[in-house]
């Protein structure tokens, strides 16, 4: 039981960071915005999971809990690499800010490759404050449907990986959304009454750390 509690805390993480992050910019994220973000990460990770189910026939029985935790580890992986350089990502930016170079001058592709609807929840992915469309200051339930799925997009390949080692669709589910609602609200007035903090692009760091921890632990104790 305490392993799903932690692994849907870890799939959560990202409303945390998304709720300071709006509470340190004063963008009104309400009530009702909060619960469409939770149902959109409780939805996404049911989806996948059922995914997961229908790759049970596939894997032999035997290695099938081993192969979810390995992908579960190298999805941490994944995640704390692509955490780093996003993080250094965003020191170089604010260096050229700070003081523009030759070097931080980017070339423009050629041809880039745009799929309606997808595009604009990769850019959310990047930037969450990007929901914010009409740039209103606050997030309206349609807006706040595009930032849900776009947080959720992180954990899909984690409720695949999850199924695979034998957790209940339900009980993960509605872990998750419970998380979800609590960590982006508990984010969201923290950041409100505190301010900004350098600590805080750390937290992106957390969910790969923890997924490569949990998928190790699994491997070899239990």
Known sequence: MWFTIVLA???SIDCLGVGLSYGMRHVILPWYGRVIISCCSGIAI????????????VIPGEQIHLFGESMLVCLGVFFLIRSVMELRKEDIEAECAAEPTASCLLETPLFQWRIPGLDVII??????????????GQINS??????????AMDSFGAG????????????????TLSFAF??????YYWGSRYGDNP???KLNLLPGIMLITLGMIRILFI
């Open 9 to 11: 805390m870890i799939l």
């Open 46 to 57: 049911a989806v996948s999971m059922l995914l997961g189910r229908l790759l049970e026939g």
């Open 123 to 136: 850019r959310i992915m990047h930037n969450p404050h990007r929901a914010d469309f009409d740039q209103s």
């Open 142 to 151: 349609k807006e706040a449907i595009w930032l849900g799925f776009a947080l």
């Open 160 to 175: 695949v990986c999850i199924a695979l080692m034998g957790f209940s669709i339900l009980g993960v589910s509605i872990l």
């Open 182 to 187: 609590l960590l982006v609200t508990a984010g």
């Open 199 to 201: 600590a805080y692009r």
